[in-house]
């Protein structure tokens, strides 16, 4: 059974940082990309960021470019999201997910089949 387990959210201020962490079981995780995902109320979910099962390629949304750093720990099972310089904007649930152990890299969130609870960042201006 695969489970992915999100921590790290909370209030913080206009210019502040936070470090979100997704630790995973129950799938090879050191083959599987992985990817954060965001959704405050009133819209879709949309990609943050996405690494490759080895780190060799990222993509990110553009609006965190340059702010935002997606990186893994294949050791720990555990894939991580820096998050800097944080904007109100930048409020929302953060989920974690990967696809199916098939699919080799992708940005699509259709693609997407396991996800975490969510955890909520809150960017106070």
């Known amino acids: 059974q695969v489970r992915l387990v999100e921590s790290g959210g909370r209030l913080v201020q206009t210019g502040g940082s936070l470090r979100l962490s997704c630790a995973a079981s129950g799938l090879l995780f050191s083959s599987i990309t992985m990817a954060w995902f965001r959704q405050s109320p009133g819209k879709e979910r949309d990609l943050v960021a996405a690494?490759?099962?080895?780190?060799?390629?990222?993509d990110y949304k553009d609006s965190v470019k340059g702010r935002f750093t997606i990186f893994r720990d294949n050791a720990r099972n555990t894939a991580y999201l820096q998050m800097n310089s944080l904007k109100p904007e930048d409020t929302a649930i953060y989920y974690c997910a990967a696809p199916d152990q098939s699919t080799i890299y992708t940005t699509t969130r259709g693609d997407y089949v396991y996800w975490g609870q969510g955890t909520q960042v809150t960017v106070s201006s």
């Open positions: 690494i490759s099962w080895g780190s060799g390629r990222t």
